[in-house]
Structures are given as C-alpha cells and as structure tokens.
C-alpha cells in the first residue's frame, strides 16, 4: 500500500528557541547559489555529467533560503525545465523490446549524441533515442531523482514524465539481493541507489517498479553490529547511508517503519501472520540506531566512527535522526556552532571542514541541516525527499501523479 502524504511529515524538527552566537550569512549564501547556477566553477567540469545533481542543490538552497521566485526569472524557470526534460530518455518509435539494455528516465548530459525536439506538432518529451543508442546514452537513478525534483521546485506538474518506461527501467535495476545499480551499464549496488529507487517511486506515487520485500530485506542485513547502516551487508556503517536506508523506509512508510524487536503479537493473531508482519519491518533495532546516530555528533557530526567532523552529515546523521522523530536530543548549540564555522564568511556557502572553501553540496546539506534547526529566514525541512515542507505541498497538490 502507498503510503498516505502524511506518512512522509515528521516530527521533532524544529526548534524551540532563538539561536545565538556567530552570524548565520544568510544574504552571502543567496548569492553563492546564485552565482553557482549562472555559471559552475571551473573545478566542477569532471562533473559534468552530473550537472542534473549540481543543479538541484542550487535551486534546492534558493528555496529552503526562500528566495527562489525572487532569484530565477519565470523566463529562466521554463527555460530550465525545458533543458530538464531534454535530458528525458524515453523510447523512440521504435521501441525496442523491454529484454534490450535500454534504461529510461533522465541522465546528464552527453556530449556524443545530439538531443533533437519532436518536429510533428507533439510536445517535446526529450530526446528521441534511437535503439541502437541508448545502451550508451542511458538514463541514471540518482539524475531521475534529482531532475524530478527539480521539475517541481521550478514549478513544472511533471505530467510529461515518461512515468511507466521509467518503472520497467526500475525492475532492470534492482538486483536479486534487493539492491539497486544506478544504470545499466555501471554495476555499482549500494544503498544510496535503493533511496534513489524509493524517492522516484514515491515521487511518482507507484511502486510497482520495485521489489518490495527484496528491497526491505537488503537493507534489513545492511543493519550492522553497531547499529547503523552500511552500504551494503558486511560492510561500515556510515552516516550517509543510514540516513538513505531510514528514509526509504519511511517513503515505504506502514510496517517497513516498524522494528521488528518491538513488534509484539496481537490478540487474536496467528504465529505465521505475526511472523509475516514482523518480516515487513526495516528496523533490526531502531533503538540501537538512535543511539549510534547520536553518538555520531561531536560538534557537529561525523560520518563514521573515529573520523572528523563533516558539515554534510549534519545533515545525513541528523535528517535521519529527524526521520525517526528525535531530533529534539540533538544538541542544536554545538551542531549550529561547527557550521557557522564551516560557513565562508566571505563570499558564502560552506566547506566540508573549517577553513575549507565551499561547494555546492555541502552549502546545500548546511542549509538543510539549519532548517531542520528552525533557523531565522530558513524554510523547514521534509527530511525524507530533502526539500522544504512547501515542495512536499506542491508534490501533493499541484503534480499529476498526487492530484
């Protein structure tokens, strides 16, 4: 069963007091953002292909900054949809048969083939791949995710989103282990995938696309002795990924939310649908998870155990703290002192360590860590899709797939 929108509100994410100390630079952060979609540093150009990624984290920053309508032009906002959409990959006319290699959804951009318009009088839907292309020009989980989200923040209803090539794309990617790769050309199964899948497929309020008790059941053995969640089974836990496992739970929502250590038996309930029941729970043992997010601040907070403090996962450790409502025992004083540090008191935005120079998303994640303080002049934060609560509204609201 879907889960309802409420599902996905958390609790225990603001704050209840006024923060004090060092200045957050809240107008230098708007113009770092917007410096950085006019034009990306030079540093950024390996990345390229990742620019669908770069790009949320900057729209993503305007918003949760509140100034989003304010800093984009409505010309700029269609134009970028209509960019956004260009990267569509969707099947041509003639559509190969679903046992080829073809991937749909959205990819970065590709410097070897041209993306051409339709020119028979449809809308443009993206580019028209040909069969013999798009093993080599394929679509990317984590660029599906992103670009959705985009297309909603700059106001777009995605009603020309290729919804169903895209979850036939889902089933190629999952593996027999539950896991997810991010395209089928590059075999790399982790967690951050499965939360890719688990957003895209509550974004597009379907979950067909995915094997749900094989996806549960991945991240289930990725709960480790120390209680987090690691990338995959037998691995470290880290911060970054216990937070894309307890979000994909809660995108789930219903018993994948559960722990199973607390589940008890109901009256009248047989041995077999008390198993049954249990075995639908994402949580080994939630308690113990608390307790290895928490341990995890010093200041602010650190990925793993026994490495330094990192502005982004004030952010991963504590959206998912947020996620399971007790990001009240966070200590907010010492998480908003490590990232007015790490924040560049000169031309804004903010770095992965103190005196370091800032990118675009770890600005992002130090933003979205300070909305889920309350911050002054910050919009609060949805922690399990990462955007503000107003684009969780307009998911609900103004998309065609929620209407």
């Given at each position: 069963?879907?889960?309802?929108?409420?599902?996905?509100?958390?609790?225990?994410?603001t704050?209840?007091?006024?923060?004090?100390?060092?200045?957050?630079?809240?107008?230098?952060?708007?113009?770092?953002?917007?410096?950085?979609?006019?034009?990306?540093?030079?540093?950024?150009?390996?990345?390229?292909?990742?620019?669908?990624?770069?790009?949320?984290?900057?729209?993503?920053?305007?918003?949760?900054?509140?100034?989003?309508?304010?800093?984009?032009?409505?010309?700029?906002?269609?134009?970028?949809?209509?960019?956004?959409?260009?990267?569509?990959?969707?099947?041509?006319?003639?559509?190969?048969?679903?046992d080829?290699?073809a991937?749909?959804?959205?990819?970065?951009?590709?410097?070897?083939?041209?993306?051409?318009?339709?020119?028979?009088?449809?809308?443009?839907?993206?580019?028209?791949?040909?069969?013999?292309?798009?093993?080599?020009?394929?679509?990317?989980l984590?660029?599906?995710?992103?670009?959705?989200?985009?297309?909603?923040?700059?106001?777009?209803?995605?009603?020309?989103?290729?919804?169903?090539?895209?979850?036939?794309?889902?089933?190629?990617?999952?593996?027999?282990?539950?896991?997810f790769?991010?395209?089928?050309?590059?075999?790399?199964?982790?967690?951050?995938?499965?939360?890719?899948?688990?957003?895209v497929?509550?974004?597009?309020?379907?979950?067909?696309?995915?094997?749900?008790?094989?996806?549960?059941?991945?991240i289930?053995?990725?709960?480790?002795?120390?209680?987090?969640?690691?990338?995959?089974?037998?691995h470290?836990?880290?911060?970054?990924?216990?937070?894309?496992?307890?979000?994909?739970?809660?995108?789930?929502?219903?018993?994948?939310?559960?722990?199973?250590r607390t589940?008890?038996?109901?009256?009248?309930?047989?041995?077999?649908?008390?198993?049954?029941?249990?075995?639908?729970?994402?949580?080994?043992?939630?308690?113990?998870?608390?307790?290895?997010?928490?341990?995890?601040?010093?200041t602010?907070?650190q990925?793993?155990?026994?490495?330094?403090?990192?502005?982004?996962?004030s952010?991963?450790?504590?959206?998912?703290?947020?996620?399971?409502?007790?990001?009240?025992?966070?200590?907010?004083?010492?998480?908003?002192?490590?990232?007015?540090?790490?924040?560049?008191?000169?031309?804004?935005?903010?770095?992965?360590?103190?005196?370091?120079?800032?990118?675009?998303?770890?600005?992002?994640?130090?933003?979205?860590?300070?909305?889920?303080?309350?911050?002054?002049?910050?919009?609060?934060?949805?922690?399990?899709?990462?955007?503000?609560?107003?684009?969780?509204?307009?998911?609900?609201?103004?998309?065609?797939?929620?209407?």
């Open positions: 069963m879907l889960a309802e929108p409420a599902m996905a509100t958390t609790q225990g994410t704050t209840n007091k006024q923060p004090s100390g060092p200045t957050f630079q809240r107008e230098k952060h708007i113009q770092y953002f917007k410096r950085t979609l006019q034009m990306l540093p030079e540093p950024y150009t390996s990345q390229d292909t990742f620019r669908m990624t770069l790009g949320l984290f900057a729209i993503g920053g305007l918003e949760l900054l509140g100034v989003l309508e304010e800093a984009i032009s409505e010309a700029n906002r269609k134009a970028w949809i209509e960019w956004i959409y260009s990267q569509q990959r969707i099947p041509s006319k003639d559509s190969p048969s679903e080829d290699d991937l749909y959804g959205f990819g970065g951009p590709f410097s070897g083939l041209a993306f051409q318009e339709n020119t028979d009088g449809r809308q443009n839907l993206g580019c028209e791949c040909d069969s013999h292309t798009t093993p080599y020009d394929t679509a990317h984590t660029m599906t995710y992103t670009a959705l989200l985009s297309l909603i923040m700059l106001g777009d209803d995605l009603s020309r989103v290729a919804k169903e090539p895209i979850l036939k794309s889902l089933r190629k990617l999952q593996q027999p282990n539950g896991c790769i991010p395209c089928i050309t590059d075999y790399e199964p982790d967690m951050r995938f499965v939360y890719c899948a688990s957003a497929s509550y974004i597009l309020n379907d979950w067909s696309g995915v094997d749900k008790p094989a996806l549960l059941n991945f289930r053995e990725s709960q480790t002795y120390e209680h987090g969640f690691a990338q995959s089974p037998r470290e836990a880290h911060g970054g990924t216990t937070y894309c496992a307890i979000a994909s739970l809660g995108l789930m929502g219903g018993d994948a939310f559960l722990d199973q589940i008890v038996r109901q009256e009248g309930e047989t041995e077999s649908a008390f198993e049954e029941r249990r075995a639908r729970a994402g949580f080994v043992d939630l308690e113990g998870t608390r307790r290895w997010c928490l341990q995890r601040q010093t602010g907070f990925g793993r155990t026994n490495k330094p403090t990192d502005t982004c996962y952010f991963w450790i504590g959206g998912a703290v947020a996620a399971i409502g007790s990001f009240d025992l966070v200590n907010f004083e010492c998480n908003r002192g490590f990232l007015m540090e790490t924040q560049h008191k000169a031309f804004g935005g903010f770095g992965k360590w103190v005196d370091t120079y800032p990118d675009v998303l770890h600005s992002y994640m130090g933003i979205a860590s300070l909305a889920l303080m309350g911050e002054p002049g910050i919009r609060p934060l949805e922690p399990l899709l990462n955007i503000s609560k107003r684009m969780q509204e307009r998911l609900y609201n103004e998309t065609v797939f929620w209407k």
